[in-house]
């Protein structure tokens, strides 16, 4: 076996998750083919993986709100790789921010710092923990409104 | 975190997979042969992205498969160095903090590259950060489960292919057992402003 290039493009944990989501379907629809031979090792890396990235904001996004991203932080002259952490992680504090984009006090002012991440928060969507805060905060209002 | 890798090798379908479609059966040998193992040098292979060439099919004389020479490109786990990743704690130990990502579990947090200062509390087997305010010391417990945001600083890949027979001592090596290294291990920092367990920096 050889390698021919073992760095050929970046993938976002986006575009794996929709790679082993098909995969799976696939593999469901054309039946039971030797579940327990050799395929046992793919069947474990893709549950791993699948409940990894399930458990971060990526499930959530599609390719639409990819070219939206980073169509909107093309301003801010981020490199190729600062641009994939921000879609992986949807940074929400300015600490985040500075984690993971390099000498950001040098190159990005205050108000590009909060622009970066109104961008980021308004556009990517939250991870399944925020939505489950949100469903919380949603039963204690309609607790309020039912007496009346 | 995940990266393409283009890769090239020679399958070897058994006849008695001929009825099915020669795709189909290449991308199932590759997955049987790459998902879930380590490359040396290249990381560890998820699953297949696709096949781009394949070239002409032989069968050899004395063995009835067919060989295909296959260009594909395989989906795989190898963060760059600096990357920021969030992962939970699997244990610690004082050798460090032991994190796992559930589909890939050998990183490590070395002693040095915790927020100073910090101790192993011996009793609970557990590292803490004695975090100092002007009310005080806290003392912040990494315990097993939490999520915590590290970064990369540096990966070893380990050859574990087996070495043959060695000539000499062969009675010393049966008795010792063979040392079980990870083929491909990370090594993690959270010694920045951000990064450590997500509890400690969020503010709500």
Known sequence: ?148 | MFVLVEMVDTVRIPPWQFERKLNDSIAEELNKKLANKVVYNVGLCICLFDITKLEDAYVFPGDGASHTKVHFRYVVFHPFLDEVLIGSIKGCSPEGVHVSLGFFDDILIPPESLQQPAKFDEAEQVWVWEYETEEGAHDLYMDTGEEIRFRVVDESFVDTSPTGPSSADATSSSEELPKKEAPYTLVGSISEPGLGLLSWWTSS
């Open chain 1, 1 to 148: 076996m050889e390698v021919k290039d073992a760095s050929a493009a970046l993938l976002s944990n986006y575009e794996v998750f929709q790679l082993l989501t098909d995969m799976k379907e696939q593999r469901k629809e054309s039946g039971k083919n030797k579940h327990s031979s050799g395929q046992q090792n793919l069947n474990t890396i893709t549950y791993e993986t699948l409940k990894y990235i399930s458990k971060t904001p990526c499930r959530h996004q599609s390719p639409e709100i990819v070219r939206e991203f980073l169509t909107a932080v093309k301003s801010h002259k981020l490199t190729k790789a600062e641009k994939l952490q921000l879609l992986n992680h949807r940074p929400v504090t300015a600490v985040e921010i500075q984690l993971m984009v390099e000498e950001s006090e040098e190159r990005l002012t205050e108000e590009q710092i909060e622009a970066l991440l109104h961008t980021v928060t308004s556009i990517l969507p939250a991870g399944p923990e925020a939505e489950q805060k949100q469903n919380t905060s949603d039963d204690v209002t309609m607790d309020e409104e039912d007496p009346a």
